[in-house]
């Protein structure tokens, strides 16, 4: 009789937990369903139905695969029917304002584009602003640094205090120079400032095309100057001042609906930004030293080649 009883007992606690598995089984299938469903409708950006698309342009810029695959998502998307580039730059590297230029220009090929600008968008982040079709900045916000510049350190002095030489057999004299660790001379000076100035002569005829400015007007206001908001507008090199509100109002002059949700397109890993590979490697960070210098405002230490940007560290200028 007893065993009858325990037999009973464990029956009954093997139903509860058959109950109960199949019931989990069923919920995680349920949410892999409704998520599966989700990604296909919405893909892997913003939402299925209409709405203006924000993404935020932010810090030093380089040549961002992140950024650059969601604008091209923004341009492929139906659902999107506007987009706010949302700017907050001192610039970074010249090439990697040429290839965020060249995606928003192809976005507002097909979708109106506007540029709302923070507290500042200065030389390459002025570039992608101006890759837009409208750019509507603060009355405050700090505009321009329209220019290009190489920056190397300069490490003889402390080689002398360390008693270290180098030596080097080349091709040529003007391989692999500028150097940082021998002095600079004139041939190697005018190599590089025949560099800086044909792309700064690119980065005026792009500002000539983008802008209501004849090129001798922006050439004048290309030496590097910084202007604010109400300046940049007295100079055409902004639209309109406001912010987000009136940059929706923009858009809705394109035929886009105002009363439209603006949804801000995010990084698939808000970890967000990595230092350029070569540099970082170079001088042996790991990732939680970079994490740090990063906070600390150093991105800009480890930037390689033709720079568009503002106020650049003095350290990188041999100082």
């Given amino acids: 009789m007893a065993s009858t009883a325990d037999d009973l007992i464990d029956r009954r606690r093997l139903r509860r937990k058959v109950t109960f598995w199949r019931a989990a089984a069923l919920v995680v299938a349920g949410v892999g369903i409704v998520a599966a469903v989700g990604f296909l409708s919405r893909g892997s950006f913003g939402q299925a139905t209409p709405h203006i698309a924000k993404v935020k342009i932010e810090g030093t810029i380089t040549e961002d695969e992140d950024l650059l695959a969601r604008l091209e998502d923004m341009r492929e998307s139906a659902a999107v029917k506007g987009v706010i580039l949302s700017i907050d730059s001192p610039g970074g590297t010249t090439a990697g304002g040429e290839a965020i230029f060249d995606a928003v220009r192809k976005l507002a ?39 290009v510049l190489v920056q190397f350190p300069n490490f003889t002095g402390l080689m002398e205090k360390l008693g270290i030489t180098l030596e080097e057999i080349k091709s040529s004299p003007l391989k692999a120079e500028p150097s940082p660790f021998n002095p600079t001379t004139e041939p190697e000076r005018e190599m590089v400032r025949k560099l800086i100035m044909d792309s700064y002569d690119w980065f005026v005829g792009l500002v000539v095309e983008r802008r209501p400015l004849s090129r001798a007007e922006v050439e004048v206001l290309a030496d590097g100057s910084i202007f604010s908001g109400r300046q940049a507008l007295a100079n055409k090199l902004i639209d309109e001042l406001g912010g987000e509100d009136e940059a929706v109002k923009w858009l809705g002059t394109k035929g886009v609906d105002a009363e439209l949700d603006v949804v801000e397109w995010k990084p698939k890993d808000s970890g967000s930004f990595f230092l350029p590979t070569s540099a970082a490697q170079l001088f042996g960070f790991q990732d939680s030293t970079v994490d740090l210098i990063k906070k600390l405002g150093g991105e800009r230490l480890f930037l390689d080649g033709l720079l568009s940007v503002w106020q650049p560290e003095k350290t990188m200028l041999g100082d």
């Fill in 109 to 147: 090929a097909e979708k109106p584009v506007v540029a709302q600008v923070g507290t500042l968008a200065a030389s390459a982040g002025y570039m992608i602003a101006s890759a837009s079709d409208h750019i509507v900045a603060r009355q405050s916000s700090i505009v321009g640094s329209i220019g």
